[in-house]
């Protein structure tokens, strides 16, 4: 008999959805139906019935071709060159679950290697904002439950978190916003006619790169100044109107994305889109959320803080202490100064995603890929090692785009003899001691682990 789970957890995009219901096959192995997922998240489910899916490491050969290896050696090979490297640099995480992230500062520690993850190239900006100016933020509970003035500022959820809307932010009917949708009073402020901006009740098409101004404005009509008449292409009447809007909400909610971080200024406009916040604050209650990329890209800022004190571009290399300095430490501004020695790709895909120069020069060095599918950067690397999907036939903590850690389930049997992101770090890390000649006391504590002693390889 097929079964239906229930509250599945979908590992897609940081809206983090965890009311999906999965039919899966009699013998536990394939995905028949997805209930309540948008288009993505059907996708990515079904997407791991794929028979193609790896299930052993592949190693590069000297003719360039790609050979089968056991996991064994591909552990081996992962050791052994990260200990070689001067200054290896982990990256990704996007796409995995804490307990993989939390595996990963062991070996990342072991080896003096650069730890880093997306935010580095999505809402690294926000982070350098937030620990300038802090985060006036809240749950997207209190969102649904609370905000009548919604503002989405560069961002597009219809397209990019597909039920954030429904879910969260415009139509669902809260404790304290019984009408849904009608009512909210939503703004968009995009230089695009995005299909989010088409439900908006106010829409500003700025002109591109000047959120900055348009931000300043808001903020001296709040502080009751005057403006110039126009203001980065948007008419004073409309931003009077915005404002208004804005003030007279009982609770108004700002929710970014790349529009303000992928822009000029960056993290200052994050900035002052706080300061916006602080001052909304001063008339009603008022709250800001970045609009997380993946479904736990807010895992490693906290995991890694709990382990190391900084969120992301952590430079472990001096072997005493973390060191933490986006602009050095970052892994875009590494690679593009050729400053690192070997690049580990984890649950993520730099060679579609990274500028190609950087590619580039992470290429010139060994280049290790550890992703459950064939992607861009598996099929540049020199190794790929297959891994369990999170979220799909790897259980695991996730923490959704405000924060908030929910417990994802397997829904289908892994594939044999194929191990999770934690287990494999763990066999790299008991490696790495094996030869090294030092104890493994990470893991001292760990009995229960499903993977052959290294010390037998
Ligand atoms: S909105 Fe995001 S988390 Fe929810 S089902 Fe779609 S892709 Fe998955």
Not at 105 to 117: T, Y
Not at 346 to 372: E, L
Not at 417 to 440: A, H, K, N, W
């Amino acid at each position: 008999m097929p079964k239906l789970i229930t509250q599945v957890g979908c590992p897609y995009c940081g809206s983090s959805c965890d009311d999906i219901e999965v039919l899966v096959s009699d013998d536990g192995r394939k995905v028949l139906e997805v209930h309540n997922a948008c288009i993505i998240g059907n996708n990515l489910f079904h997407h791991a019935n794929d028979s193609t899916r790896p299930m052993l490491p592949r190693r590069r050969q000297p003719d360039g071709t790609m050979k089968e290896i056991s996991f064994e050696e591909a552990v081996d090979y992962t050791a052994k060159t990260l200990l070689a490297a001067k200054k290896p640099l982990i990256y990704g995480f996007g796409s995995t679950n804490c307990e993989g992230m939390s595996a990963v500062g062991r070996v990342a520690e072991k080896s003096g290697a650069i730890l880093d993850n997306c935010a580095s190239i999505c809402h690294g900006p926000s982070f350098l904002a937030i620990f300038d100016n802090g985060y006036p933020s809240c749950t997207l509970g209190e969102v649904k439950n609370r905000a009548d003035c919604v503002v989405f500022w560069g961002c597009n959820p219809m397209h990019a978190h597909p039920r954030h809307t429904s879910r969260y932010s415009i139509f669902p009917r809260g404790f304290f916003t019984g009408k849904g949708q009608m009512a909210r009073t939503i703004i968009s402020i995009d230089p695009r006619e995005t299909d989010t901006a088409k439900l908006a009740d106010i829409h500003y098409m700025l002109d591109q790169g000047h959120d900055y101004e348009l931000f300043d404005a808001f903020r001296t009509v709040l502080r009751g100044h005057d403006i110039p008449d126009m203001v980065a292409g948007c008419k004073k009447e409309d931003i009077l109107k915005g404002a208004e809007a804005m003030k007279k909400a009982r609770f108004v909610m700002i929710f970014f994305g790349m529009g303000c971080t992928h822009t000029d200024g960056r993290n200052h406009n994050i900035d002052i889109a706080i300061s916006l916040t602080r001052d909304l604050n001063t008339h009603t209650k008022a709250s800001i959320m970045a609009m997380r990329g993946h479904y736990n890209i807010a895992g490693p800022g906290q995991v890694w803080s709990w382990q190391f004190g900084f969120p992301y571009c952590i430079d472990l290399s001096k072997g005493t202490h973390a060191h933490m300095n986006p602009g050095e430490t970052s892994s875009i501004d590494l690679a593009m100064r050729d400053e690192i020695d070997c690049f580990v790709n984890v649950g993520t895909d730099a060679g579609a995603h990274w500028p190609i120069d950087a590619v580039r020069h992470v290429k010139k060095h060994p280049f290790i890929t550890i992703d459950p599918n064939f992607c861009m950067a598996s099929e540049i690397a020199d190794l790929h090692i297959p891994v369990r999907i999170a979220g799909v036939d790897e259980g695991g903590v996730v923490y959704r785009m405000d924060n908030v850690p929910i417990q994802f389930k397997a829904v289908l049997k892994g594939l044999s003899g194929v191990p999770s992101d934690e287990e494999l770090f763990d066999m790299i890390y008991e490696r790495m001691c094996v030869l090294t000649q030092t104890e493994p006391v990470w893991l001292t504590a760990k009995d229960d682990r499903k993977y052959p002693s290294p010390a037998v390889i």
